[in-house]
């Protein structure tokens, strides 16, 4: 029973802060983390480190990316460590993600991170995987591919060139793109689209 309190007032802590990438640390977190640590409850570590990450401890990231790297790790707890890394937006993410494009297991995740990091070379590495990603890949590489005006004009031209198909391009991506008031990309839209 005493898990499950834990997880749920950890669940509830970690609900009320979602969306907020940093929060001071409670007075109390010192005497409760090492409590928490020695639950047998997977969910009350999970919830734990997500917590720890938006308190700001360098040491709850780095398990998370060691999480995500380490091929023997659970499939399920891979994804998770990546989606918190992602959703709390760590510093210089941006190149640990572009490590991630073409992984079959987290590639999804990967690039829709990557919509929130400027890096120039991140279409360009979308574009390069973007024929053997999944269909939830693809979704990805065209989200976060129109998310930003220096992308959209390059996934325009991917478009042109055939790399990727007008069919993958939905309405609100289109609409998206629209939204930049761009009147090279709108011209390129309406001849490609």
Do not use: C
Request: charged fraction near 25%.
């Amino acid at each position: 029973e005493q898990p499950k309190v834990q997880r749920d007032i950890l669940v509830g802590i970690s609900e009320a802060l979602r969306g907020r990438r940093k929060a001071p640390t409670p007075a109390s977190w010192p005497q409760v983390a090492p409590t928490i640590a020695k639950s047998s409850e997977p969910s009350v570590h999970r919830a734990a480190r997500e917590l720890r990450v938006v308190f700001g401890e360098g040491r709850a990231l780095k398990e998370l990316m060691q999480m995500v790297i380490q091929q023997g790790t659970d499939p399920e707890n891979r994804r998770d460590a990546l989606r918190t890394l992602v959703q709390y937006r760590a510093k210089e993410l941006g190149p640990f993600l572009q490590k991630f494009i073409g992984h079959k297991l987290l590639s999804a995740i990967a690039i829709r991170g990557l919509a929130a990091s400027n890096h120039p070379s991140t279409p360009q590495l979308i574009l390069e995987h973007y024929p053997r990603l999944d269909e939830q890949g693809r979704e990805a590489a065209i989200a976060t591919l129109a998310s930003r005006r220096t992308y959209a004009a390059i996934l325009l031209r991917a478009m042109k060139r055939g790399w990727v198909k007008s069919r993958d391009v939905s309405a609100y991506h289109a609409r998206q793109m629209r939204s930049f008031h761009d009147p090279h990309i709108n011209q390129q839209l309406s001849e490609l689209w």
